[in-house]
C-alpha cells in the first residue's frame, strides 16, 4: 500500500492519468451515431405508416400493417397456395404463445421441484 493516499498506482483498469479520455471525449467516436435507429425500430415505424385504402366505395385510412394483414387473409380465402401456409403459421404461433402461458413465467415445474428439495436439506421438512 502507497505511503501517500494520493499516490495513484498504475495497473490492470487503472491507466495513467495522461492517457486517459477525455472529458466529453466518446471512448467510441467512430461508433453508431446518436439518432440512428435500428431495423426493429424502422420496420415498426414503416408498418405504422397510414395508407388510403378504398373499400365499399368508401375512403378510409389504415396502418400497412392492417393493409398486409387483410390481404394475406384474404389471398388465402381465395385458395392462394402461398398465402395459406404463411397464415397458418402466424396462427399457430399466436395459439402456442396465449396457451403456453405457465402460472409462474420465471418458476418452472422443474425449478420448483428443486427449490423443494433444497428447503427439505435446509429445513428438515418433508419434500
Not at 500500500?1 to 479520455?21: A, L, Q, T
Not at 403456453?100 to 402460472?103: E, G, I, K, R, V
Given at each position: 500500500?502507497?505511503?501517500?493516499?494520493?499516490?495513484?498506482?498504475?495497473?490492470?483498469?487503472?491507466?495513467?492519468?495522461?492517457?486517459?479520455?477525455a472529458k466529453?471525449?466518446?471512448g467510441n467516436p467512430r461508433g453508431?451515431?446518436?439518432?440512428?435507429?435500428?431495423?426493429k425500430t424502422l420496420l415498426t415505424k414503416a408498418l405504422n405508416e397510414l395508407v388510403v385504402v378504398t373499400e365499399n366505395g368508401g375512403r378510409r385510412k389504415v396502418s400497412k400493417r392492417q393493409t398486409i394483414i387483410t390481404q394475406l387473409v384474404n389471398r388465402a380465402a381465395k385458395g392462394d397456395l402461398k398465402a395459406i401456409p404463411i397464415l397458418l403459421g402466424m396462427v399457430g404461433d399466436l395459439e402456442r404463445d396465449s396457451d403456453?402461458?405457465?402460472?409462474d413465467p420465471l418458476l418452472t415445474e422443474a425449478d420448483q421441484q428443486i427449490i423443494a428439495r433444497i428447503k427439505a436439506r435446509l429445513g428438515g421438512t418433508e419434500e
Open positions: 500500500m502507497p505511503e501517500n493516499k494520493r499516490e495513484y498506482r498504475v495497473g490492470y483498469g487503472k491507466p495513467p492519468h495522461h492517457s486517459r479520455f466529453g471525449q466518446s453508431r451515431p446518436s439518432g440512428a435507429q435500428n431495423i403456453n402461458q405457465p402460472a
